[in-house]
């Protein structure tokens, strides 16, 4: 079976996999009454995509190895950081899905099942920068993919201590409806995006070191999209400005949006 093959093969399965997950956590998001489990589903779904892959590509053990590894760990660390969230608010559903539910009315339900089949799609679509270096059968690992390991270590810790810092503060009655600025919060408005948009990176960067590897700089880059123009920040910021006016607007003029960098002076 040659490299296409095996790729549409693996893809494809990956895919169905995708899709019938989604519509059990579709199916589950109603019997529970909360749509926050697809962000819990999402992120743990690429843990049995990456694991499938590295256990039945025919590419190179150690490279297939540290592709699980790398998948693995993101996947379950942002999942239980979601999860936990998730429950600890439970019966109270995310604002951003409170908001669709009241845009979407009488037709929310058929519009959450595509909701959820889409992030089927982007699930699989994205898993393709795990796929491409598992069908890498070089033996050993480069400069270039030991680099990409280096970056995506770097960013999962960054992103660890982002969600760290800020669960802390919520955790504290007196902040209220204060705004988090501790620690990377101090240097930009949504360090969490950047670090999980720097894990991508990371994947991008061990993938291209693969044959066909360059083409996965599509996931970093859809990812970069969803965040800055999507679903990440433009939502966020919008709640944000609604529950706490002015105070947050002043933070918008003074904190760096995405990459952490040092504060401006106030206008």
């Given at each position: 079976?040659n490299?296409?093959?095996?790729f ?14 989604m519509?059990?956590?579709w ?18 779904g ?7 892959f590295a256990l ?5 053990p ?7 590894l790398?998948?693995g ?6 999942g ?7 429950r600890?608010h ?20 058929s519009k ?41 270590l770097l ?15 919520k ?7 204060q ?32 044959p066909?590897?360059?083409?996965t700089?599509l ?16 939502m ?13 607007r ?18």
């Amino acid at each position: 079976m040659n490299f296409f093959q095996t790729f549409t093969g693996l893809l494809l399965a990956a895919t169905v996999l995708a899709v019938v997950l989604m519509l059990v956590v579709w199916l589950l998001a109603w019997r529970v009454n909360n749509l926050g489990v697809v962000d819990v589903a999402w992120s743990l779904g690429f843990l049995p995509v990456a694991t499938g892959f590295a256990l039945l590509a025919p590419g190179d053990p150690e490279r297939r190895a540290l592709v699980a590894l790398m998948a693995g760990l993101w996947s379950v660390r942002l999942g239980v950081h979601i999860a936990v969230r998730v429950r600890t608010h439970h019966p109270r559903e995310d604002v951003r899905y409170a908001q669709l539910r009241a845009e979407w009315g009488a037709r929310v339900r058929s519009k959450t099942f595509w909701f959820f089949q889409l992030q089927a799609a982007l699930l699989a679509g994205l898993a393709t920068v795990f796929l491409v270096p598992c069908l890498n059968a070089r033996p050993g690992i480069t400069p270039l993919e030991w680099t990409g390991v280096a970056i995506w270590l770097l960013a999962l810790v960054g992103e660890s201590v982002a969600d760290g810092q800020l669960r802390r503060f919520k955790a504290r009655p007196e902040n209220g409806r204060q705004i988090c600025q501790a620690g990377l919060w101090n240097y930009s408005r949504h360090p969490n995006y950047f670090f999980e948009w720097l894990v991508w990176v990371g994947f991008f960067m061990f993938a291209w070191g693969s044959p066909g590897g360059c083409y996965t700089v599509l996931c970093p880059g859809l990812m970069l999209f969803f965040l800055l123009r999507v679903t990440g920040i433009p939502m966020t910021e919008a709640l944000s400005v609604k529950s706490k006016g002015e105070a947050y607007r002043e933070y918008q003029r003074t904190t760096s949006a995405f990459v952490p960098w040092f504060k401006k002076s106030a206008a």
